[in-house]
């Protein structure tokens, strides 16, 4: 793993609890099939360290970007969100500029939330990088979206023949786990790093051995992010057809299990927000999740409605995209 030469956002400055105390924003109109937008949105709004940073300004002050900044339209909608006295806003600026979060996404057309999640980060991250000339290979990952949700995982390839050992670094910014067995979130995260054989079309070729051989890939945590994102992957196959069994989830998660070192304290992360799909199949259906905001209540937004509920009904749910904070 190469050191960034260049820090863009000290993690220092990063601060995980809420700098205000207030009641639960408003809810968010449904322009037409865009509750997978929404449920993003309301979750990216609870999540403390980037709503704190949002709130501050500093990204609009500095940036000279024309045209579509996904940062500045992230921070006014957060702003508009937490600040109006309105009940329910419309998430006009984040429909409107659609196409340029993410080229498969259209108006009026249904989406998948996991999706939407993955193409709003990059387009922080792409506004966080501009400006940023001469970034070495590195630095992206020193951005204040990765210095939130970013971590690295670790692969470990071992030759099954002479044993030789060969390690690869990743940067992520969320997990995708398979749920086909598993029926919790912690076997879902010890299958993730239980070593997988690779054979036969499978086989690496080894530095040592100077052939394809047998061999054992282990991807672990070697990193850990200061917001851990997790999606279960309800889709069973290319068909659409759904995983609709609940996989359980613990209000609080420890991933030093699952870590390229497990010796040493735990990595304690807390739940805050969750995404809900509701539908027979993966093609069709509803997005709804749960966030605590800052007054530590935690309330179900649907669109717009806002109700306040408990952490057991939270608790109880076919969890699609899970949301931890360390």
């Not at 692969?155 to 786990?177: E, I, N, P």
């Not at 994102?229 to 613990?250: F, M, N, Q, W």
């Not at 997005?287 to 179900?300: H, I, P, V």
Request: proline content about 4%.
């Amino acid at each position: 793993m190469a050191l960034p030469q260049g820090i863009l956002f000290p993690l220092e400055e990063i601060c995980m609890d809420w700098q205000q105390r207030r009641r639960p924003g408003a809810g968010l109109c449904n322009l037409g099939s865009t509750c997978y937008i929404n449920v993003i949105l309301q979750c990216l709004t609870y999540t403390p360290p980037l709503a704190n940073y949002l709130l501050s300004r500093d990204h609009s002050q500095l940036c000279h970007r024309q045209g579509f900044c996904m940062m500045c339209i992230m921070e006014a909608h957060v702003r508009k969100v937490l600040h109006s006295s309105a009940n329910v806003i419309w998430p006009r600026a984040v429909v409107r500029d659609l196409k340029f979060i993410g080229e498969e996404f259209e108006p009026d057309m249904a989406g998948d939330a996991y999706e939407f999640l993955c193409c709003a980060l990059e387009a922080m991250q792409r506004a966080c990088l501009s400006g940023s000339s001469d970034v070495d290979i590195s630095s992206p990952t020193t951005t204040i979206i990765h210095q939130i949700f970013g971590g690295f995982l670790k692969s470990r390839v071992t030759c099954l023949r002479c044993q030789a050992v060969s390690d690869s670094y990743k940067a992520f910014l969320h997990v995708l786990l398979d749920i086909k067995a598993p029926s919790s979130l912690t076997t879902a995260l010890e299958n993730f790093v239980t070593p997988k054989k690779l054979d036969g079309k499978y086989c690496l070729k080894c530095s040592k051995c100077e052939k394809k051989v047998t061999s054992s890939k282990r991807v672990t945590v070697h990193r850990v992010p200061k917001v851990f994102t997790v999606c279960l992957e309800r889709a069973a196959d290319h068909t659409g057809k759904k995983i609709s069994k609940i996989v359980e989830y613990p209000e609080y998660l420890d991933l030093r299990p699952y870590m390229s070192d497990t010796a040493g304290e735990p990595l304690l992360y807390s739940l805050y927000a969750l995404v809900v799909h509701s539908g027979d199949t993966c093609l069709d259906g509803h997005f709804f999740c749960y966030t605590k905001a800052s007054n530590g209540l935690w309330y179900k937004m649907d669109d717009e409605f806002v109700d306040n509920c408990g952490i057991h009904a939270v608790l109880r749910q076919q969890a699609y995209l899970l949301f931890y904070a360390r």
